[in-house]
């Protein structure tokens, strides 16, 4: 089990950049995937990145790609998404998630909104 805690979000100008932070309960180090995902209202839950154990190998859809980097610290329990270059489009409630075994573990989201 694990509980994650996400900050950093806010308001931005379009062109802008954020950093969000996502910190977990305990050691990171075993969980093999982390990542992130976002809900714009009336929209379903979609995922922006997703990273392996060890941090080489991370997936972004086509929307986020070349724009938003992920990155994990093992060594802090800290999973980070930078997003740079954001688009109104971008505005949702952000979540970071760790996949523990066959479990699914969520924080409780962080507002992004990109005024244009």
């Known amino acids: 089990q694990v509980q994650l805690a996400e900050s950093g979000g806010g308001l931005v100008q379009a062109g802008g950049s954020l950093t969000l932070t996502c910190a977990a309960s305990?050691?990171?180090?075993?969980?093999?995937?982390m990542g992130w995902y976002r809900q714009a209202p009336g929209n379903q839950r979609e995922l922006v990145a997703r990273m392996t154990t060890g941090g080489g190998s991370a997936d972004y859809p086509d929307s986020v790609k070349g724009r938003f980097t992920i990155s994990r610290d093992n060594a802090n329990n800290t999973v980070y998404l930078q997003m740079n270059s954001l688009k109104p489009e971008d505005t949702a409630v952000y979540y970071c998630?760790?996949?523990?075994?066959?479990?699914?573990?969520w924080g409780q989201g962080t507002q992004v909104t990109v005024s244009s």
């Open positions: 305990r050691s990171i180090s075993s969980i093999k995937t």
């Open positions: 998630y760790a996949r523990v075994v066959i479990f699914d573990y």
